[in-house]
């Protein structure tokens, strides 16, 4: 039923393309995908993710195993963390949970990503191989959208054409085939075998197909980031800052949707900003594991465009005056209290001195943001190989192994 109101749209899409004036094509052309993602996956309210839960007592026994949390950012760069840069602004946006774990054990000075982009990061980070190594070299894109944002022509910007090549288009992937084989190792699966529970919380973006999804890559459960907004755009708790010279930020505002799902089940909406969301909901996986073992995966959205603040963080930057840079800043506070929030519950769960916490990011800050100091000093944006898209925030701490206030000065990926 799904698919034949799907194929009924793609007709009429098509149709008004071919019939309708320029404006009218532009305007499809911006919801097309949009209203055919709504008949898909219809959204659910809100309601309660049931972790499952862990033993009621620690087993008796030996030393227990340490927990380890990795939080992982997208598109924050090596300045956004005040521990390493000044900040966007004059000012600077402090953020003291993540300069927190530095204190607390080693800052690595030069800290690079595997990638410039962000799937082939995350997956070598999961894997502990290069991307390179198993073919999936770039950030996947949906076909859709690489024919139609070149059609779109918006202040004056326009993209080029996809070069494509039909002698083998028979032979490429679709757009969920493209991600991490199950035929390679992740780390989640390692700490499974090994007795962990292992959780994933966010952004995948390593493969769609049903064996290349968390639950069939090591963890045993996924609050899975459907889509990318981080409250609806017309919520009053929210702060948007759209890019008026980027055609694909036109085009994910009208085609994203504030949704998740858990388990492979149906698309529901979260309780609040995405970012406080699935920190909320990964302190609650860490009480209902805290007498066993635990791997929790951490993968934040932000500060990744459609750019958009919780007004709370907004209105508590009110020295920075420019509005792009504002909301900017007012995301990278959001992921500072994440951090704090999830070290917080280790605490509150006497798991701080058994549990290894390590944050980083994805890549560095992009360019097409149009934030033309977000990596100073360095050369380059997400996207390219100079220093501004590889080198990136990266903090961990182990108390008792690691030494507290340990700096780390040689390169490590």
Known sequence: MKLGKTLLVSVAVLGALAAGGYAARQTILLHALGVMTDLQHPRQANHPVLWQAGPDTAPAGGPRPPNVVLIMADDLGFNDVSTFGAGLTTQGVPTPNIDAISQAGV?????????????????ALLTGRYASRFGFEF????????????????????LREVITHPEVTDRIASFNELGVPASEITLAELLKARGYHTV???????????????????????????????????????VNAKIGFDPIDAFLWPNMRFAVSYNEGRWFEPRNYLTDYLTDEAVTAIHQNRHQPFFIYLAHWGVHTPMQAAKADYD???????????????????????????????????????????FTSDNGGPGYVGLPQLNKPFRGWKLTQFEGGLRVPFVAQWPGHIPAGSRYQQPVT
């Open 139 to 158: 950030t996947p894109t949906p076909g859709a959208m690489a024919k139609v944002a070149p059609m779109l022509e918006l202040g004056g910007a326009r």
């Open 200 to 238: 994933h919380l966010g952004k995948w973006h390593l493969g769609g197909t049903p064996e290349m999804r968390p639950n069939n890559q090591g963890f045993d459960e996924s609050l899975y980031m459907e889509s990318g907004l981080y409250l609806p755009e017309d919520d009053p708790n929210v």
């Open 107 to 123: 800052r690595f000075d030069q800290g690079y990503a595997s990638a410039a982009v962000c799937s082939p990061s995350r997956a």
């Open 316 to 358: 508590a930057l009110s020295n920075i005056v420019d509005h792009t840079e504002r909301v900017h800043a007012a995301m990278v506070r959001a992921i500072d209290r994440s951090v704090g929030k999830v070290l917080q519950a280790l605490r509150d769960e006497g798991l701080e001195n058994n549990t290894i916490v390590i």
